[in-house]
């Protein structure tokens, strides 16, 4: 058993670690740098996201709160990485103050989408990007892409339908 453990982490890029947060090891990917962030570094970063993107529209946390249906205490300590959030909060925030649930993970966790800071901001252009193409557009780009990309690269993609289903 061990074994496939070694095999399926190096095959994923995880390493062993410890974190604060957590009482045990566990196992993540390292930034660009080769650094592992800290769980509660990545959630200071989601709550400055947050801040950020509240500010950036003009509301004050109180409002949010409301729309959210919660006390501004409660909102507030989001926004200062008192609370974890969950994703079904994560997407009611999306929801409230307009981006999208990858804009928020790309900024706790740019590793994700590539191998270098550059890599991964190309990738995130590109999906922002996407995002503003007119809805009889998407279609055609999935079908082109899925020619672009071998089929052995595909994974996750063939239960995906053309309406971004699962098919």
Request: net charge negative; glycine share 10%.
């Amino acid at each position: 058993m061990r074994d496939s453990l070694t095999r399926y982490a190096e095959a994923k890029g995880l390493v062993e670690t410890t974190d604060p947060e957590v009482d045990k090891r566990v196992y993540r990917k390292p930034g660009f740098d080769g650094a592992i962030t800290e769980l509660g570094e990545m959630e200071a970063l989601i709550s400055g996201f947050l801040k950020r993107s509240r500010e950036g529209i003009g509301l004050p946390r109180a409002d949010v709160a409301r729309m959210l249906g919660l006390s501004t205490a409660v909102y507030g300590r989001y926004e200062r990485a008192f609370s974890k959030m969950n994703v079904t909060r994560m997407i009611h925030l999306c929801e409230v103050l307009g981006f999208k649930p990858l804009d928020i993970i790309f900024h706790a966790a740019p590793h994700l989408w590539g191998a270098t800071p550059e890599e991964a901001a190309d990738r995130i252009a590109v999906d922002r990007l996407m995002r503003e193409l007119p809805g009889e557009v998407v279609g055609d780009l999935l079908r082109l892409l899925r020619r672009l990309v071998p089929q052995d690269h595909q994974t996750g993609l063939a239960s995906i339908g053309t309406d971004g289903t699962d098919a």
